[in-house]
């Protein structure tokens, strides 16, 4: 039996999608506190729930489950929850309800896919979030943003697609719709697969999120850096752990980004490369798919949502403040944003994983995980992007944001609650590295990881600090990459020039066609009949009457032809013809 | 020189002598780590984390060998900023006019 609606209290991705609802309704300080109050009772509601299915509906003959809770669900719930908080807290200066609702909308289809039980809901969640989501683009309300916005959800739609295409062949094989483990073996899990992997930005299909998330609005892309991406990363670890697949597919995607990020000129670009490399290490840990390596991915994906998002917000006040984000365009700033400044440097030691913060405790257990399972390559590979990561994220991103030259900017450091965010993101980057323990406990599976051994910490250090003094050595000489403002080809280029080769193509084609058709089919034939029509009779007359050797006042054949054409036939020669006429009517009559 | 950017106090680092206090903590550090591997034993999963300063050669090779191959890949894929202007989903003023004229 199917229990009343509100048995459990609204499920917290319902809450907040009908919550968005309510926000144009609201003003001021009431507005403020139901922007916090809806991640704040989520994740109460998250944290008391015992584990097993909640707010379970029937629809037709389908049960739809909106929220199976266990562990690995909880902790992106929670992880979820915390950034929708930290989130409104940081936007809650924009004026902009259109920014808002699609923010707590996002937020809502995360939270919904993230609990979903049935790969219908799950399918339902998603679409939401890719919608959604386009309006945090939207709302930056430049023409490039409209532009990045299409191509953002078109991108989404295909992916959506791809993944309802595999839900319902996999369905109308006879298979059970509960979102689970699945091998990766046909057409269905193989569309199922590549649904995912376009939210998780797998390469080739990755360049949607540079191209998009830079365009976004200021708290639209920290919203952004933490739910399409993550949410993705639940559902692999959900259905595709342990697919070895994802091992290659992750290591490549951690080394990859590490070259455009270190030449691409917005910092905000930069960070979605960063992100893309994070996200690689997840997919990594999921692909070993041991309690270890998946222990590690979801532990990691909860410290990345942390510390990505400290480091969009410090961007995003940068670009608040000063209205510029690009290398070539800012510098110096750490004498007027000290506590940016400061913010940044906590997101870049973490994202590095320095000791003391938090991906030192959760990328590290991927990496081992490689390790125990004796995949060298694999490991050089994840080592290698380490060392990329402290080069553009760790490096570049403060040094070129708050060092290096100095751009002559005015600046002051953002409003109090942008501030605020921030230190909420940083206290929770260097809570989990000095004290994972909580946070372990929320893992899928008991830990027994020791982050913090004498030499890990060691060979960790030498690998970031000999990265820093190479990339001091490269600057110092004047071999690192200048900034300069141009652009760097990537996989969009296929879609962005083959769309526009695609429409000028079906542009010269069909509209050719109809030229051609037009011409040939129904001009040429008109003409034609028109002649015949005209010069038919006419010739027929000339003809008829050089049969009768008559030819009105001795004129030759060719200007009797003319005069017979243009009608000014001599009057005689109308009489005859019209008694000719009538002769012929008595005759056949 | 812009009064409100550049206090009349200098910054940290416009002083010379912090820049060098700071890069001889890092260059002593460095010193320290490479030190300190002789005294720690660890649990390698491969022969080549046997080898002496292992993750400190790695970690420089590396992060050289990413910003020399990227600056190779910008060669290969720099394009001006203006490249995909004109590429977009709407349909430029001069010829939706055109357009409308035309019906």
Known sequence: ?589 | MNPETTPDKPALFDRPRNVRRLLGGFFAILGLLLVAEGFIQGHAHFTWERMPFFHATYGFVACVAVIFTAKALRRLLKRPATYYDGDGTETPPATASQGRRDR
């Open chain 1, 1 to 589: 039996m199917t229990p009343p609606l509100f048995a459990d209290g609204l499920a917290p991705s319902l809450l907040f999608i009908c919550g968005a609802l309510l926000i144009p309704l609201l003003s001021g300080r009431i507005k403020q506190a139901w922007l916090l109050l809806m991640p704040l009772v989520a994740l109460w509601t998250l944290w008391e729930m015992p584990a097993g299915e909640h707010w379970v509906y029937g629809m037709l003959d389908y049960r739809l489950v909106l929220g199976r809770i266990d562990a690995l669900s909880r902790v992106f719930g929670i992880i979820f929850g915390l950034m929708a908080l930290i989130g409104a807290v940081y936007a809650l200066q924009v004026n902009d309800d259109l920014q808002y609702m699609a923010g707590f909308v996002y937020a809502g289809g995360a939270l919904g896919v993230t609990l979903a039980g049935d790969w219908f809901s799950l399918y339902l969640f998603w679409e939401v979030m890719a919608v959604a989501s386009t309006f945090l683009i939207l709302a930056r309300r430049t023409p490039a943003s409209r532009r990045a916005a299409v191509r953002y959800i078109l991108v989404h739609v295909f992916g959506g697609l791809s993944l309802l295409a595999g839900i319902v062949l996999r369905h109308a094989g006879g298979a059970d719709l509960t979102v689970g483990p699945m091998a990766l073996d046909g057409l269905a899990s193989g569309l199922i697969f590549l649904g995912i992997a376009v939210n998780a930005a797998v390469p080739p299909l990755h360049a949607w999120l540079q191209d998009a998330y830079p365009e976004a609005t200021v708290a639209g892309a920290v919203f952004l850096s933490a739910f399409t991406t993550k949410s993705a990363v639940y559902v692999m670890a959900r259905t595709f752990a342990g697919a070895e697949i994802l091992v290659w597919l992750g290591a490549v995607m951690t080394i990859l980004p590490v070259f455009y990020a270190e030449v691409e000129n917005d910092i905000r670009r930069v960070l979605s490369y960063s992100l893309m490399n994070q996200v690689g290490f997840m997919l990594c840990g999921i692909g070993i798919g041991t309690e270890l390596a998946i222990n590690g991915a979801v532990s990691h994906a909860f410290c990345h949502i942390l510390y990505k998002a400290l480091l969009f917000m410090s961007a995003g006040a940068v670009l608040h403040v000063t209205g510029k984000i690009t290398c070539t365009d800012i510098g110096g700033l750490y004498r007027t944003m000290p506590v940016t400044c400061l913010m940044c440097l906590v997101g870049a030691a973490s994202i590095s994983a320095f000791p003391l913060f938090s991906g030192f405790v959760s990328k590290s257990m991927i990496i081992s995980a490689a390790g125990v399972n004796h995949l060298g390559a694999v490991w050089l590979m994840l080592q290698f992007a380490s060392a990329g990561v402290i080069a553009h994220a760790g490096i570049k991103v403060p040094f070129f944001t708050f060092f290096g030259h100095d751009a002559g900017l005015k600046a002051k450091e953002p409003p109090l609650n942008m501030l605020l965010a921030m230190a909420m993101a940083a206290f929770g980057c260097l809570f989990i590295g000095v004290c994972p323990q909580p946070l372990y406990a929320l893992l899928p599976y008991p830990v027994h990881y020791v982050p913090y051994t004498g030499a890990h910490v060691v060979g960790q250090l030498q690998l970031l600090l000999f990265a820093i003094f190479a990339f001091y050595l490269l600057l110092k000489s004047g071999y690192y990459p200048s900034e300069v403002r141009a652009i760097n080809l990537d996989a969009d280029w296929f879609y962005r020039k083959g769309a526009a080769g695609f429409y000028r193509a079906v542009d010269a084609g069909f509209n050719g066609l109809n030229r051609w058709c037009e011409q040939r089919l129904v001009q040429s034939p008109a003409r034609l009949g028109a002649r015949l029509a005209f010069l038919g009779p006419a010739r027929l007359a000339v003809a008829a009457l050089e049969r009768l050797r008559w030819r009105p006042h001795g004129e030759d054949e060719a200007s009797c032809g003319k005069a017979l054409e243009s009608g000014t036939v001599r009057l005689g020669a109308h009489a005859a013809a019209a008694a000719l006429f009538l002769v012929l009517i008595y005759l056949v009559g």
